[in-house]
């Protein structure tokens, strides 16, 4: 940087601007921008994310900065420097489901306490629009830049970063990057994450459809599951085992519902996994069997012991009943840390992970 701008210099123009910051943060969280499954056109992400990019690149304009439209996959805001050679600043304008139990509409935020309480105001639409403030301070206060930085505003970070893939495949890459999407003050690397499809074959079972959850990243706080064929005055004293489960009848049929706490998957402390609820209860209804067919030898720990506890479940978890069937989780993603032992329960030994994400 050619040019210094002081500490007290930054906070003041920082104060000065606060407001309109928020109104900035409150006109991107407005947008229920949740990542549809990548597609082609315009939108490939789903029409309220390419809303949420117009926005976030609309914003880049208005305080001084070049902006582009990649494809409606991601954009780039851009402060030229005295080299081609970029620093990135790199976040996404798409966020996880909102789910239930709020206190107010996700998408209507509202300042409370200091704090702006909606879907996506901390992940990542507040730290986006803090970094465009950071450059626009700092532009407005004269500093220099020896090298061009670019903000890059992505759509879908939390569906697998096909977003990212595109940029890198059609954008020349900064030599350096920060990514503001994590606790203060830096973070050299995050966990991984593994998302599969586990398949496995179920006969004479009189489950007709489970499900659970909205997103591969977010604990689900509901589960279904419907049965055929077994009394609810038989399955109301196995109810005792199982609290947050509750069964109704419903056209001949029986559906069970468990209640859970949602949070993202990277952070599960404090949550509660709807799935995880039937833990004590699913055993006794004898509907699967003790060890399916396939090369899974975690099978059974997965609906009935502690070993889930790192595991979250997807939307498209669902059986089928006309026999023989195919069960399929489709995307149980395990939150992986070389500290613990859920990677050692589901995929082996940990093994040491590098510093980069």
Known sequence: ???????????????????EMVRDVMRLVRIPSVAEPAGSGAAP?????????????????????????LAGRCGVALWPGKRAESLGIFSHLDVVPAGEGWASPPFEPRVENGYIIGRGSGDNKGPAVAALYAL????????????????????????????LVY????????????????????????????????????E??????????????????????????VPLAEVEPLLAGAPGVEAAAE??????????????????????????SWRP???????????????????????????????????GMKFRAAPPTWAVWRGWTGVCSPRTSTCATVCGPTRPRSSAA
């Open 281 to 315: 209860f699913w055993p006794k209804m004898r509907l699967l069997p003790a060890r399916p067919p396939g090369p899974w030898p975690f099978w059974p720990p997965l609906l009935a012991t502690r070993t889930a506890r790192g595991l979250t479940s997807t939307s």
């Open 45 to 69: 992400f789903g029409p309220a994310c390419a809303e949420a990019l117009a926005e976030g690149l609309a914003l880049c304009r208005e305080h001084g900065f070049s902006a582009r439209n």
């Open 1 to 19: 940087m050619s040019a210094a701008v002081s500490r007290q210099a930054a906070r003041a123009w920082a104060l000065e601007h606060r407001e």
């Open 167 to 202: 940029y890198t495949q059609h954008e020349p890459q900064p030599v350096f990057s920060l990514v503001p999407d994590v606790n203060f003050p830096v973070c050299c690397g995050e966990k991984g994450i593994l998302t599969a499809d586990l398949t496995c074959r179920v």
């Open 251 to 276: 056209g001949g049929k029986l559906r069970l519902t468990a209640r859970g706490i949602a949070g993202h998957a990277a952070f599960p402390e404090g949550t509660e996994s709807a799935i995880r």
């Open 204 to 229: 004479g079972s009189n489950l007709l459809g489970f499900g659970g959850g909205v997103a591969s990243n977010a604990v689900p706080d509901r589960a279904f599951a419907l049965l055929a064929g």
């Open 136 to 163: 626009r301070c700092l532009k407005e206060l004269g500093a220099g830049l020896e090298h061009s930085v670019q903000l890059y505003l992505g759509c879908s970070e939390e569906t697998g970063m096909a977003d």
